[in-house]
């Protein structure tokens, strides 16, 4: 997988993590919270394979090396579900942890 490909990845991540665990403080809804993180990572990652086909046509070119390499174009669309299901156990590990302090 490119490096730049792999940096996009886990800058969605993150800005999504941050986005619903403060999303989750505020109105205390996980499943607004995983709405908006699955909002945030489909319109994060749309403009990164609009950006990275129109500027670096090099890194969709499907090749047979890797796992994750030859999906091309797809490897955005692949990631779109598994960081909402990491957003959804982190904040659901945070749910957790609120209950058991409130104890």
Same mark, same amino acid.
């Given at each position: /997988? ?10 969605? #991540? ?9 999303? $989750? ?29 129109? $500027? ?6 499907? +090749? ?13 669309? $692949?990631?779109?579900?598994? #960081?909402? #299901? ?10 957790? +942890?609120?209950?058991? /302090?409130?104890?």
């Amino acid at each position: /997988m490119n490096t730049i490909i792999l940096v996009t990845l886990l800058v969605t #991540l993150l800005v999504s993590t941050i986005t619903g665990r403060w999303i $989750f403080k505020l109105k205390s809804n996980k499943w607004l919270s995983v709405l908006t993180a699955w909002v945030i990572n489909t319109v994060i990652l749309l403009i990164a394979t609009v950006l990275f086909c129109k $500027f670096d046509v090099q890194a969709f070119h499907k +090749q047979t090396d890797g796992v994750f390499s030859s999906l091309g174009v797809l490897v955005f669309a $692949f990631f779109i579900p598994v #960081l909402t #299901l990491i957003n959804f156990y982190t904040l659901e590990f945070l749910r957790y +942890q609120y209950k058991k /302090m409130s104890y």
